[in-house]
């Protein structure tokens, strides 16, 4: 079979690049190096997630944004993905009284994705496959790796070794990874994981009678302070309901009466949508999974070794941005290899420079997103202040720009939008001081010194006022 129509460069390059991971990121970087003519040897340690019967892993939804869906534009994917996701225009919150209210994402038209994960993989892959440059190899697990020659040992699941020599090898094998347990090795190298002390649970909303549960173009979230749960749609009609909350709190329910109990206190409305014998069964069906959030510096190795997504910035999944960073990551790499021609001694260390202050600015927006998700949104103030900044970005659309709106539909680098957005801030809330001062201290002149009225009735002024009418 012939694929060479999707080579856009001469396959006379020998270099050898090795991806070693062939999730979500692994599979686009592959893409990418086998466009440019590169020989592209893909490395996963699971078995082909497009043969397997049980879909291993995690199955937190996706939400696909600009980034993202930029990165896909590259190697001509966005438009196939995006047809299999589902827009979301709005968060939609759930009171505890069961009113549900609206807020929008950005300005009319604007819009994230639901996505597949296991979809998305599969659909990555096959992509993939279609260079004539690329192999793909499945259940090889990494043994060992050089940081001086590039050579790897994998172990096969025959049980046979086998080795292979790169040019360059790519690490994209998550928060985990084995790539990286070479870094930890080097001097200066920095390194930092933190588990958050909540764990997330899924459960499915089915259909009912065919149709969606819930109204599906909307990001349905749950805020109850110190926990919430979400609800994203699928394809299929039914909605993919997380629960994130301390692990405490899990611990403390055990029994299905318990599930039910607490539920009827914090999700009443969620109840019948689950459907109360499946909402018991489905709680103990997996324990509650655990959440990381990694950073570390430089992500390059000499000219032999480059971390990207979650290998090099594992996020907490609360701004929606960890796949949006991961695939933007790709799409930065290529741009920089377009700067530099393609040299991995000068491409690799301004990667790091280029990379490593966003990646860790959106690993701290991610936690702060956490608050505002199960918190914040359900304040008057935060309410208030969403309105104004939307507001004075209508009539002020260069000069004020939500963090969100920057974070998600603009590739305004992610430490460049943190920046901007506490002077916006700072900004906005000293103008409504101001404002408030200038209400309250006349208001103040007004009690202290009220204007000389006239003595007049209401009805002597509406006589005034009718003969102040024009007669035409």
Same mark, same amino acid.
């Given at each position: ?16 690049? /090795? ?8 599979? &686009? ?16 340690? =699971? ?19 600009? +980034? ?35 807020? @929008? $994402?950005?300005?009319?038209?604007q819009y994230i994705l639901s996505v597949d994960r296991a979809n998305l993989n599969k659909e990555? &892959? ?7 440059? #690329? ?6 697990? #990494? ?34 990874? /084995?790539? =990286? ?13 933190? $588990?958050?002390?909540h764990g997330y649970l899924e459960l499915t909303m089915p259909p009912i009678n065919g149709e969606? /549960? ?5 990001l349905h979230i749950w805020p109850r302070n110190t926990f919430m749960m979400i609800a994203l @749609? ?11 909350? @301390? ?63 979650? /290998? ?6 609360? $701004? ?10 790709? &799409? ?20 790091? =420079? ?10 701290? #927006? ?31 659309? =260069? ?20 920046? +901007? ?22 208001? $103040? ?28």
């Amino acid at each position: 079979m012939d694929y060479s129509t999707n080579d856009s460069k001469s396959t006379s390059k020998k270099k050898v690049v /090795a991806v070693v991971g062939g999730g979500l990121v692994g599979a &686009l970087n592959a893409c990418y190096f086998a466009k440019r003519g590169f020989q592209v040897e893909v490395f996963e340690s =699971r078995e082909d997630i497009r043969q397997a019967k049980i879909v291993k892993g995690r199955s937190i939804n996706l939400a696909l944004s600009h +980034r993202g869906r930029q990165a896909l534009k590259q190697v001509g994917m966005e438009d196939t993905i995006v047809s299999k996701g589902i827009p979301m225009h709005s968060r939609m919150i759930h009171s505890l009284n069961g009113t549900q209210s609206p807020i @929008p $994402y950005g300005k009319k038209g604007q819009y994230i994705l639901s996505v597949d994960r296991a979809n998305l993989n599969k659909e990555l &892959l096959s992509a993939a496959e279609t260079y004539s440059t #690329l192999k793909l190899n499945f259940a090889h697990k #990494l043994l060992n790796w050089s940081t001086e020659t590039g050579a790897m040992t994998f172990l096969r699941a025959d049980g046979a070794k086998e080795e292979i020599l790169a040019d360059l090898i790519v690490g994209c094998d998550g928060a985990f990874s /084995a790539i =990286r347990k070479q870094f930890l090795r080097q001097s200066r190298f920095n390194f930092s994981q933190t $588990y958050i002390p909540h764990g997330y649970l899924e459960l499915t909303m089915p259909p009912i009678n065919g149709e969606f /549960a819930m109204k599906p173009n909307y990001l349905h979230i749950w805020p109850r302070n110190t926990f919430m749960m979400i609800a994203l @749609p699928n394809l299929d009609k039914t909605f993919t309901c997380t629960l994130f909350m @301390p692990f405490d709190e899990f611990e403390n329910v055990t029994t299905g009466d318990q599930v039910t109990e607490f539920f009827q206190k914090y999700f009443p409305d969620a109840i019948p949508l689950i459907g109360a014998d499946a909402l018991k069964r489905d709680y103990f069906r997996l324990p509650a999974q655990a959440m990381v959030s990694v950073k570390c510096s430089p992500y390059h190795l000499s000219d032999k070794c480059v971390l990207m997504g979650d /290998a090099a910035h594992a996020v907490v999944p609360f $701004y929606g941005q960890g796949m949006n960073a991961g695939f933007e990551d790709c &799409l930065v790499f290529n741009e920089i290899m377009d700067q530099l021609n393609e040299d991995f001694s000068a491409v690799l260390p301004e990667y790091t =420079r280029v990379r490593v202050p966003d990646d860790h600015a959106i690993a701290d #927006l991610a936690m702060y997103n956490y608050v505002e998700m199960r918190s914040h949104v359900n304040s008057k103030w935060f309410l208030f202040r969403k309105y104004v900044d939307n507001f004075l970005h209508i009539i002020m659309p =260069r000069t004020i720009i939500p963090l969100y709106t920057m974070v998600t539909f603009t590739r305004t680098r992610y430490h460049e939008a943190v920046k +901007r957005w506490h002077w916006q801030d700072k900004v906005i809330n000293q103008g409504l001081l101001c404002v408030a001062a200038s209400v309250v201290g006349g208001s $103040y002149l007004l009690v202290r010194y009220p204007p000389n009225m006239p003595n007049i009735s209401i009805e002597q002024l509406w006589t005034r006022l009718q003969a102040l009418k024009s007669p035409f």
